[in-house]
């Protein structure tokens, strides 16, 4: 049992490696202020525009998102960090991977959007139609707060989702909090460093967890 | 007096079924027209044809002397003057009164929130729930609910409501309340085209009465005409199983 904990959880090792976990946390929270923003207002605009657009847009649009979807978003994130400079284009490399899984969780946030909005009875468009209210005022001020509120657990669902997407950014060579404890790992031959990392994600992601828990326990659909 | 709206022709078939048959039918100013028969008869699709939530196949929708227009800016201002009330009233789940109200004032016809917010109360003054204003919808009554649907309607001054059974998802006892609104808005000279089962209430509020059946208007006329000497079988049974 000594052993076990000598190995996993060694103090010493983890003192000492804090440091680097620390500079690897801030480079996720980094990623993460990338990536959730911007996959909410892309996949946003999926939902809106695939609300808006006429059927046939609406059915090449979720052809894409699909496509996307259904691609491994670790090699969608190797084609964009390795693929863009062959094209000449360099970003540098959190915002290389902030693009990558932007794209990729836009769509999961886009679907829950969409979602939302059709779970609003049309009773509501027409009743706001037969005030004069125009398409995107109904949408903004009668359709998205309610759709919104019934697909919150989802949406929050969707965002632990992405927090924990960004440790693929490791595999790229950023130095985010997986990729420094698997650095650590290696500097002091203990897994150790590793069951920090995860105590870190597990701060970071408790409160919300907490949070969907809490929003799934209140049913929000009108009767 | 000139006719606030005016049916010429309208015809609506749904899937081949038609729902409306060569509807001819005018509103007066200050005039109710109740309309009146069996479910499914196309009383509300009647309704819904005259500020195009449904679109008439046939015919013209005349308002206030003009074509309504088939859609944009222009359609959309034609609807504000053209107040509609649902039978499941259809209010905004997330606003309280107030803002149920006011919404349309604001962002449809472009009022400042203040005038916006004077609008809706004295509209919800107007229905009897002044001290209601900031109630949500799903804190007051069948009856308060459908009093404020009209108060968003009336919020927009409309020239004329279209009321759509308002009073048929009510509890018995709630339906008086609706009934004393619609009344009152009547002897303030507020066109009204009201679809309806109430007939007592037909035969005292209303100006004229149009008896539909099977999307065809069978019989219009003052209500002792159409009630109580009515000329075509169909009439004369659906009075009889009342």
Redesign the interface.
Known sequence: MSEFFQTFLNPGVMAESSGLLLRGLWVTLQACLIVVPGGLLFGAGLALAQTLAPAWGARSLSWGVDLIRAFPPLVLLVLIVHGLPFLGIEPPPLLGVGIALTINTSTYYGEILRAGILSIEPTQWEAARSTGLGTMATLRHVILPQGVRNVLPDLAGNTLEAVKLTSLASVVALPDLLRMARVAQGVHFNPSPLILAALLYLALLWPLVRLIRRLGGRAVLPA | MSDVLELRGVGKTFAGIPALRDIHLAVGASELVALIGPSGSGKSTLLRCC?R?TEPDAGDVVFEGEPVPAGG?EL?????R???V?Q?F?????LNALENAA??PR???GLSQGEAETAAREALERVGLGDRTSAMP?ELSGGQQQRVAIA??LA?RPRILLLDEPTSALDPELVGSVLRVIRSLREDGVAMLIATHEIAFAREAADRIAFLADGEILECGPPAEVLDRPRTERLQSFLSRL
């Open positions: 500020n939530l800016a959309a201002s034609v609807r504000r053209m107040g509609m649902f499941a259809n209010l905004y789940p997330h919404l349309a962002r449809a016809a799903d968003r309607a927009l």
